[in-house]
């Protein structure tokens, strides 16, 4: 047997292990990065999430403004406008190609890989498939997820599509999908495949579409009916394949209803990719789901592995992992800090686009808050009526008493983008409303919206 490599440093995961790996190569150790899938480096953000899904949401927003071009005047031929679903699909997938590819030449200059499929074969060594064996200081499991598929009977035989395989093995635009899950990529799958003339049928298990503040959820679920057909409240009893369609028997409170389609999309949740590691070897405690457990400092009941990102389950975001894979690097060696996600922001790429950060209204009852709410709408104020006073609002949670900002929320175009001043002012010293209240905003911006409902909370 070859001899056992040592490294100072051995990051598992091609995704968001590279933040680690990162930190630990600008400081001069040596770095083993292990991944499964070469071809794939980046992770889920590259290849599978962040970057291309919002390529196809972009695709998405060219053709709502086409749709609506008329509310401003300016008039097309609607029926002459033509989707080259392929060629949609193409630019996306090129991209992603290219930024793989460059992850690759990244990763073998700064680090040693090892591709395969890993696991754990005793205290910190790890085996890969083709009999090699490494060893290191401080690991780092970052290993992401994977889509969850629930045990529903048929479904393997009906040819189901997951995130993944639309960015990667789609070939046809689908006359009719079936989406099952409501959450945000769920949502931003209706979005997308409906933008482009494909009728969409979204099913859920709640009343409202999303985990967000109620308020939101709400407005959500009511705009995105306009667009595709709901079924709510409804649970998924069996997949079926008939007369070249696939299809699902749902339960509602109005009874069993089969629906069917030229295919079903999965978004109902994620599962960790821990399942393959061994992790019992080591010591490294898991959850009831399978994430890795960990403590404020991203240590795991090993002293010597930490893990970060999707496999430890606290916010699946590419921007949360990198916050966290570099506390988790800095707490390896030698730091003490602790993880705060009070101010860790989230966005819906739908339409209408969400933004928030913080508690919702609900939490903050929950938790027994004393509270103001304030909320303006984007037809309340000049950009707003500029853009089209779309149908959306900001809403802020304000602690009485101390001013002290505990959430805000935004639903309508360029939310995402907009929370931003907030989410600076949550990390500020104080993290007082009038931090925002008391900044100077350009006149007519939508970021005039955010300034509004800060001032009313005066």
């Known amino acids: 047997m070859a001899a056992i490599e040592r490294y100072d440093v051995i990051c598992i995961g091609g995704g968001s292990g590279l933040t680690a790996a990162y930190y630990a190569q600008q400081d001069g150790k040596s770095v083993a990065l292990v991944d499964d899938r070469p071809d794939q480096l980046g992770g889920t953000c590259v290849n599978r999430g962040c970057i291309p899904t919002k390529g196809l949401i972009q695709a998405a927003e060219v053709m709502q403004t086409i749709r609506h071009a008329g509310d401003f005047g300016i008039h097309l031929d609607q029926s002459s406008v033509r989707v080259d679903f392929q060629a949609v699909l193409e630019t996306v997938r090129r991209r992603r190609e290219n930024d793989a590819a460059a992850v690759r030449r990244w990763v073998e200059g700064a680090f040693t890989p090892f591709y395969g499929q890993a696991r754990f074969v005793d205290d910190k060594l790890i085996e890969m498939e083709d009999g090699r064996q490494l060893t290191g200081e401080r690991i780092f499991i970052a290993a992401g997820a994977r889509p969850a598929i629930p045990p529903i009977p048929g479904l393997a035989e009906s040819g189901f599509l997951t995130n993944e ?147 430890i389950g606290q916010g699946m975001f590419k921007h949360t992992s990198s916050y966290e894979g570099e506390l988790a690097y800095r707490n390896a060696h030698g730091a003490s800090l602790a993880v705060d996600y009070t101010a860790n922001p989230h966005a819906v790429f739908s339409n209408p686009q969400i ?36 149908p959306g609002f900001a809403k802020l949670l304000v602690e ?47 970021a005039e919206l955010v300034k509004q409902v800060f001032d009313a909370t005066a």
Do not use: W
């Open 165 to 311: 395989s639309v960015i990667f093995d789609l070939t046809e635009q689908p006359e009719h999908l079936i989406i099952l899950g409501g959450g945000y990529i769920g949502c931003e799958f209706a979005h997308f495949f409906s933008s482009l003339g494909t009728r969409v049928t979204v099913i859920d298990h709640s009343e409202c579409l999303l985990a967000e503040d109620d308020d939101v959820r709400a407005l959500f679920t009511q705009e995105l009916a306009k667009r595709v057909e709901l079924v709510l409240q409804a649970e998924a009893r069996q997949a079926l394949v008939r007369d070249g369609q696939c299809g699902l028997v749902v339960t509602t409170d109005d009874g069993e209803r089969t629906m069917l389609g030229d295919q079903i999309l999965l978004a109902t949740g994620r599962r960790p990719n821990t399942d393959r590691l061994a992790l019992e070897q080591t010591g490294v405690e898991l959850d009831g789901r399978g994430f890795v457990v960990v403590d404020d400092e991203l240590r795991t009941t090993h002293p010597d592995i930490y893990a970060y990102g999707d496999v």
């Open 355 to 390: 933004g928030s950060v913080g508690l919702t209204e609900r939490a903050c009852r929950d938790q027994g808050l004393d509270y103001t709410v304030a909320r303006k709408n984007y037809a309340d104020f000049a950009k707003g009526k500029i853009v089209g006073s779309p």
């Open 400 to 446: 009485k008493g101390s001013d002290r900002i505990l959430g805000f929320h935004m639903i309508g175009p360029q939310a995402a983008d907009l929370i931003h001043e907030v989410v600076v002012a949550m990390n500020t010293a104080g993290a007082t409303a009038a931090r925002v209240r008391d900044s100077i905003h350009v006149h007519p911006t939508l």
